[in-house]
C-alpha cells in the first residue's frame, strides 16, 4: 500500500533495477474494503443490486417488445438503453463478486484492458442514447405535426447504430492509449474495477499529463452529449413556455420528466465522481463513489421509468395478466 501514496516517477524510478525492467503482466484490484468481516456483506449487496438491474432492465426490454402500443420511437431507443445499461453493468460488478468469492484480486493486463474498454464502450453509448432520446422529445414537442415522418424507422435506426460505432471508436482509441502507457510490477489499484482514471494515475509519467487525459475524457465523454442535451432541452423549454394552458405545458412537460431524471443522474454522479478524482488524495473514497454511478443508476432507471410513466405501467399489466 505503500506504492499508492508515491508519485508515478517516484514509482517508475524505483522499479528501473535489472530485476523489475519487465513491464506489468497483472494489476491488483484492492475493491471497497479490506475488512474481511464485510466481504460477505458486500457480496451480497452487490449481488441484489446486480440481479435488479439486469431483471429490472429485461423487464423493460420484454415488456416494449411484447406491446405494439410501445412501438414508438421513444420506447425503442429506451430499450436499446435498458440493453447499454445491463452492458455497463455487467462490466464490473460480476468480476468484483468473484473476486470476493475467491478472495483473488488479481486482474490480468490482458483482462484489465478488456473491462476498460467494455466500460468505456457501454459507459460512451449510455451518453449518447440519452442524447439521442432528448433530441427525439425535442422532435415530439417542437415539431409534431411532423414527428413521425422525421422520426422514422430508419432513422431510428440509424441514430442507434452510429452511437454504438462511435462508442466502439471512442472505446478502441482510449483502449489505444492506455496500452502506451507503461507499468511496471506490482501495480495495485484503489478501485474495484480497472478504471481509466486510476489506470492513468499509475502509469509512469507526470501527474499534470494524467490530469489533461482525465479532463480530456471528461469532456469527450460526458461534455459534446451533454452539450446536445443542454441545447435539446433549452428548444423544448422555450416551446412549452409559449403553450397558453397550464394543461398543455403539464402534458407536454410530463413526457420528458422521466428522461430528465436519468440523464441528472447520470451526468450528476458520473461527472462528480471524474472530475473529484483528479484532484481528491483518497481513491478508496472515490471508489465507493463511483458505486453510485456504476451500479445505482442502472439499477434505478427502470424504476424512474416505471414508475413516472403510465404507458409503461399499463403494458406491464397487460404482460403480466397474459403471463397469469
Do not use: W
Amino acid at each position: 500500500m505503500h506504492q499508492l501514496s508515491r508519485s508515478p516517477a517516484q514509482r517508475c524510478l524505483s522499479h528501473m533495477g535489472p530485476k523489475n525492467l519487465t513491464r506489468v503482466s497483472e494489476f491488483l484490484l484492492m475493491g471497497l474494503s479490506d475488512d474481511l468481516e464485510l466481504q460477505p456483506l458486500l457480496f451480497g449487496l452487490f449481488l441484489s443490486m446486480y440481479l435488479v438491474t439486469v431483471l429490472g432492465n429485461l423487464l423493460i426490454i420484454l415488456t416494449i417488445s411484447s406491446d405494439s402500443h410501445l412501438h414508438t420511437p421513444m420506447y425503442f431507443f429506451l430499450s436499446n438503453l435498458s440493453v447499454a445499461d445491463i452492458g455497463f453493468t455487467s462490466t464490473t460488478i460480476p468480476k468484483m463478486m468473484v473476486d470476493i468469492h475467491t478472495h483473488s484480486r488479481v486482474i490480468s493486463y490482458v483482462g484489465c484492458l478488456t473491462q476498460m474498454s467494455f466500460f468505456t464502450l457501454f459507459g460512451c453509448l449510455d451518453s449518447l442514447l440519452l442524447n439521442v432520446m432528448a433530441y427525439d422529445r425535442f422532435v415530439a414537442i417542437c415539431r409534431p405535426l411532423h414527428y413521425l415522418v422525421i422520426m422514422n424507422p430508419c432513422l431510428c435506426g440509424l441514430l442507434v447504430l452510429v452511437s454504438f460505432f462511435i462508442s466502439l471508436l471512442y472505446s478502441h482509441l482510449h483502449s489505444l492509449i492506455v496500452s502506451q502507457l507503461t507499468f511496471f510490477m506490482d501495480v495495485e489499484i484503489p478501485h474495484f474495477f480497472c478504471d481509466p482514471s486510476q489506470l492513468f494515475n499509475l502509469a509512469c509519467f507526470e501527474i499534470p499529463i494524467s490530469n489533461i487525459l482525465m479532463y480530456f475524457i471528461a469532456a469527450i465523454f460526458g461534455g459534446v452529449p451533454l452539450t446536445g442535451i443542454l441545447f435539446s432541452y433549452y428548444k423544448i423549454v422555450s416551446s412549452i413556455l409559449r403553450v397558453p394552458s397550464a394543461g398543455g405545458k403539464y402534458k407536454a412537460f410530463s413526457t420528458c420528466g422521466s428522461h430528465l431524471s436519468v440523464v441528472c443522474l447520470f451526468y450528476g454522479t458520473g461527472l462528480g465522481v471524474y472530475l473529484s478524482s483528479a484532484v481528491s488524495h483518497s481513491p478508496r473514497k472515490d471508489s465507493v463513489a463511483s458505486v453510485i454511478y456504476t451500479v445505482v443508476t442502472p439499477m434505478l432507471n427502470p424504476f424512474i421509468y416505471s414508475l413516472r410513466n403510465r404507458d409503461i405501467k399499463t403494458a406491464m399489466q397487460r404482460l403480466l395478466r397474459r403471463t397469469v
